[in-house]
T-cell receptor
Framework: KAGVTQTPRYLIKTRGQQVTLSCSPI?????VSWYQQTPGQGLQFLFE???????NKGNFPGRFSGRQFSNSRSEMNVSTLELGDSALYLC???????????FGQGTRLTVV | LAKTTQPISMDSYEGQEVNITCSHN???????ITWYQQFPSQGPRFIIQ???TKVTNEVASLFIPADRKSSTLSLPRVSLSDTAVYYC????????????FGKGTSLLVTP
């Protein structure tokens, strides 16, 4: 079966801009989680959606937001980009929260 | 929310068995223990999940003592391709399972 698909794979943005990242989960998976990974902070949880509802949220500023559509596809948005937002953004899907999660290849965001 | 503690790094030679221990002293009754593996610039990959005693699959074993305050991931006969970061997670859906990736254990396997 097809895996988790994240688009785009690479992105370069300028400070102050906004960006939208997309995640298509594995068919049938209703839980989608987003993570930010940087060398200094490791893998940090952003938020989790289940059936279009945000269930959990990590400790990130309000500039980071997300949503999930009825087909379980999810998007995350970062507004007013800062240099420190440069990171690998990973999306994971699972049948339900807490069970085996399948990760996408990630979107490498570079803010200049 | 159960906090996990695992070694920052470990070294091993090819062909050896590697055991990575994770401490989770305040694990809750409903919490599962899950391990993931991550290679550079890739998303983590699920290895194994367990609740108590021992779980084994084709790539690893997970040992959980009766008090469940720790767990040990065992990788038999590691190869160079097992060089990766290994994460221990504890929790269930309602307690915020997704929050606890931490820094993981960086395993280096050498010839």
């Amino acid at each position: 079966k097809a895996g988790v698909t994240q688009t785009p794979r690479y992105l370069i943005k300028t400070r102050g801009q906004q960006v939208t990242l997309s995640c298509s989960p594995i068919s049938g998976h209703r839980s989608v989680s987003w993570y930010q990974q940087t060398p200094g902070q490791g893998l940090q949880f952003l938020f989790e959606y289940f059936s279009e509802t945000q269930r959990n949220k990590g400790n990130f500023p309000g500039r980071f937001s997300g949503r999930q559509f009825s087909n379980s596809r999810s998007e995350m948005n970062v507004s007013t980009l800062e240099l420190g937002d440069s990171a690998l953004y990973l999306c994971a899907s699972s049948l339900r929260t807490g069970r085996e999660a399948f990760f996408g290849q990630g979107t490498r965001l570079t803010v200049v | 929310l159960a906090k996990t503690t695992q070694p920052i790094s470990m070294d091993s030679y090819e062909g050896q068995e590697v055991n990575i221990t994770c401490s989770h002293n305040n694990i809750a009754t409903n919490d599962y223990i899950t391990w993931y593996q991550q290679f550079p610039s890739q998303g983590p990959r699920f290895i194994i999940q367990g609740y108590k005693t021992k779980v084994t699959n084709e790539v690893a074993s997970l040992f959980i003592p009766a008090d469940r305050k720790s767990s040990t991931l065992s990788l038999p006969r590691v190869s160079l391709s097992d060089t990766a970061v290994y994460y221990c997670l504890v929790g269930d859906g309602d307690s915020g399972y997704a929050l606890n990736f931490g820094k993981g254990t960086s395993l280096l396997v050498t010839p």
